[in-house]
């Protein structure tokens, strides 16, 4: 199991903290020969008090394929969005309206790509900053884990916008 020894914590930071590996995963040897390769990972949840579970059976990579544009409402709320329209559209002047859109999109694709890639390695970092301090229980440890996670709970409320 990666991810850490415990399943399941109460009280984090206080006298009557508590941690124990509650929750299991189970295989016979039939299953182990079938997915010798899978991995069973303890990840640390923001919502509950146990750990969420999770088995991977197959560890090829997926295949990454390119994606056609979307716009993203809560791009909206973001300061360059703005710009990166105005941008485009002056760069496009000119042209007819389904070009001027088209280089727009493109603009847009490639600054909200950025975007969401800057956003997914921000949440990536406080993760393992987390999984890093889970169980140091010094005071200092503590107050830092607190922190996080409350950085880590407002980015996943932005997330929920997208």
């Known amino acids: 199991m990666t991810g850490g020894r415990f399943t399941w914590v109460k009280g984090r930071g206080t006298e009557a903290w508590v941690e124990e590996r509650l929750d299991r995963a189970l295989a016979n040897l039939d299953w182990l020969e079938m997915h010798g390769e899978a991995v069973f990972s303890c990840i640390y ?9 999770f088995v991977e059976l197959d560890l090829t990579p997926v295949r990454n394929v390119a994606r056609s544009f979307k716009f993203e409402s ?44 800057r956003f997914g390695n921000k949440m990536r970092s406080l993760r393992q900053v987390l999984e890093c301090l889970k169980e140091d229980r010094s005071p200092t440890g503590v107050a830092g884990f607190e922190e996080v996670e409350r950085e880590l709970q407002k980015l996943i409320r932005e997330e929920e916008i997208f």
């Open 45 to 53: 949840t923001l919502e509950s008090d146990h750990h969420a579970l």
């Open 74 to 117: 809560v791009w909206l709320l973001e300061e360059g969005c703005a710009m990166v329209v105005e941008e485009a559209w002056l760069l496009s002047m000119g042209q007819n309206f389904q070009d001027r859109l088209a280089i727009c999109s493109a603009h847009l694709g490639r600054w909200g790509g950025e975007h969401f890639r």
